[in-house]
């Protein structure tokens, strides 16, 4: 185990590609097995990782993205983004990169923390219903912030 300060990581997902949900589980996980304390707060476009009907089909983001490395106008084209997806998926599962609603099912076990953000929920007009088991609550944005009032606690905006 490293020797860190941190006691606990909060993480806010407000975008569902492939790319920003990876990287907030992957740190979120990271964290629980250093023994700190982890949560995700998904709100705005990060609900769609946490709908039970959208959380498998998730994509990569090709257009704007300047880590694609192509044009702009090239990522819009038809089937470029689902192309990059694909190849983003299988290139995962060489590393045994679990699917995301796994990944979300691996996170709950460890001990990570899952929260929906209610104006976001209200804003797509989403019911807990319509999100994964999962997810403890949905909560405010202040609710989320008083979970931060503690030492050592970061909060990373993914």
Not at 61 to 74: D, E, I, K, Y
């Amino acid at each position: 185990m490293s020797k860190t300060t941190a006691k606990k990581m909060l993480f806010i997902l407000s975008k569902a590609t492939l790319e920003n949900v990876y990287a907030a589980f992957v740190m979120a996980n990271g964290a629980r097995m250093e023994g700190i304390e982890s949560e995700i707060f998904f709100t705005f476009f990060g609900l769609e990782a946490i709908q039970k009907k959208k959380l498998e089909h998730l994509h990569v983001a090709t257009v704007g993205n300047p880590a694609m490395h192509m044009p702009t106008m090239l990522g819009g084209l038809p089937g470029v983004e689902a192309l990059a997806s694909k190849m983003m998926k299988k290139e995962m599962e060489k590393l045994d990169m679990p699917p995301v609603g796994e990944f979300l099912e691996i996170l709950s076990d460890s001990g990570c923390r899952l929260w929906a953000c209610k104006l976001a929920m209200d804003m797509f007009h989403l019911d807990k219903d319509d999100l994964i088991d999962e997810i403890e609550d949905v909560i405010t944005i202040g609710q989320f912030y008083d979970r931060a009032n503690t030492d050592n606690t970061h909060i990373v905006f993914v």
